[in-house]
């Protein structure tokens, strides 16, 4: 046993090290600071647990102060749990959680209820506890989900499983032999070694949770506009050629638009480029809201030019959906920082058909278009005209 309390400290002390270096560098700081809360607690109380002879049976005042510092520990993991996927955390409940279970040990004594009652009720509270602090891990939330998530949450269900199982094996016990009965050293080391794998089994989680995250985010922002927020050129690449197989098996339409900011650096010569750069971001914004946000891809493929692919339209919708916004932009004036600026857009539009580089295809088609509707004069919708594909020659 000695040498599994051993392993045990060691390896939180190394969890200590690296979740403190982490509440300071990482993105993820302030969860990051709950949990080496968490694990501070959990080694004090580990240290406090396993050092008393009279284990499980404290005396009142050394119970009530382990298992708060235990609550402290549950209650850190679901503060930063809840931190991290963005989500607030109640003080008040955050309090009551730490505190519950050493106020149930030291209420039973208090009452004057035997101590395999305090045990028993105890046990019970943290199991339900363990139950509530995996829920932040287990739950999909706002965020993309993360696999490692799975890792955590199913770490602290099992451990709270096991608290349960523990409470019904203590009831069999009393009720076979009639009494208390302190437990072997097995059990201890039992019990010692499910408290280290599942500690480890959820900081390890926590950390491969943070680094998924942040591999997650840089992925994100590798394929997004920073000005507008719009995915980039490679940004809609790669979500469009999901979309584009899809509508092939399925054999739906889809279209492609690109707009253009009619004389777009008169803008910026005008009213400056800090201006100009708000135009971009409002007209990004317009975009957006004019397709459909969940299942159409919309991107600023460069400069002032943005492209929209819309899936299950025909051309002939695709050009509808082309007039209606060109309408409404021109229709409406741009606020930009108290001054109204009249803004218009040319846009060519192109049906994306079964041509091996499907989208560059449909891209050229419609650039072709847009080029055409600058030439008339702006402000205007131009189509590509439906070719039938040449055969490629084997």
């Known amino acids: ?52 002879s009279s284990y499980p049976y404290f005396a009142a005042g050394r119970g009530t102060v382990i298992y708060a510092i235990v609550g402290l ?16 955390v109640d003080k008040v409940r955050f309090a009551i959680m730490g505190l519950f279970p050493g106020l149930v040990y030291g209420g039973v004594h208090l009452f004057g209820m035997k101590p395999i009652a305090a045990v028993l009720l ?45 409470v019904v094996l203590i009831i069999v016990r009393v009720r076979a032999f009639g009494a208390i009965t302190q437990p072997s050293m097995t059990e201890i080391a039992l019990s010692l070694f499910i408290d280290q794998l599942m500690g ?43 979309l584009i197989m899809a509508c092939r098996c399925a054999k739906r339409p889809v279209a492609v638009l690109i707009v253009d900011l009619d004389h777009f650096k008169s803008i910026n010569d005008r009213y400056g480029h800090v201006s100009g750069d708000m135009v971009l971001k409002e ?9 459909r946000r969940e299942q159409d891809v919309t991107g600023r493929w460069g400069g002032e030019e943005f492209l929209a692919v819309l899936r299950d339209t025909t051309l002939e919708q695709a050009i509808d959906i082309a007039e209606q916004l060109c309408r409404r932009v021109s229709e409406t004036q741009f606020d930009i920082g108290g001054q109204a600026i009249v803004v218009t857009v040319s846009i060519g539009v192109a049906a994306i058909d ?31 005209i439906p070719q039938p594909l040449l055969a490629i020659a084997s």
């Open 73 to 88: 520990s549950l209650s850190s993991i679901w503060a930063g749990g809840r931190t991290f996927f963005g989500l607030g």
């Open 200 to 242: 480890v089994l959820t900081y390890v989680g926590l950390i491969a949770m943070s680094l998924e995250d942040a591999q997650v985010r840089l992925k994100a922002i590798a394929l997004m506009d920073p000005l507008t927020g719009l995915a980039n050129r490679r940004g809609v690449q790669s979500r469009t050629a999901a």
């Open 354 to 384: 079964d041509h091996i580089s499907a989208l560059e295809h449909a891209v050229k088609k419609a650039d072709e278009a847009l080029y055409d509707a600058k030439r008339n004069g702006r402000n205007r919708v131009c189509s590509a």
């Open 283 to 291: 007209f990004a914004d317009r975009l957006s809201s004019h397709c």
């Open 122 to 166: 105890t046990i019970a509270t943290l199991s339900f506890l363990m139950a509530v602090a995996a829920r932040p891990f287990l739950a999909r939330n706002r965020r993309r989900y993360l696999p490692s998530q799975l890792l955590v949450g199913t770490a602290l269900v099992a451990y709270s499983v096991a608290l349960a199982l523990s």
């Open 1 to 52: 046993m000695t040498t599994l309390l051993f392993a045990s400290s060691t390896a939180r002390a190394g969890f200590i090290l690296i979740f403190l270096i982490a509440s300071f560098k990482s993105e993820a700081r302030v969860a990051f600071g709950y949990w080496t809360v968490s694990i501070i607690s959990s080694a004090a109380a580990l240290l406090l647990i396993y050092s008393d």
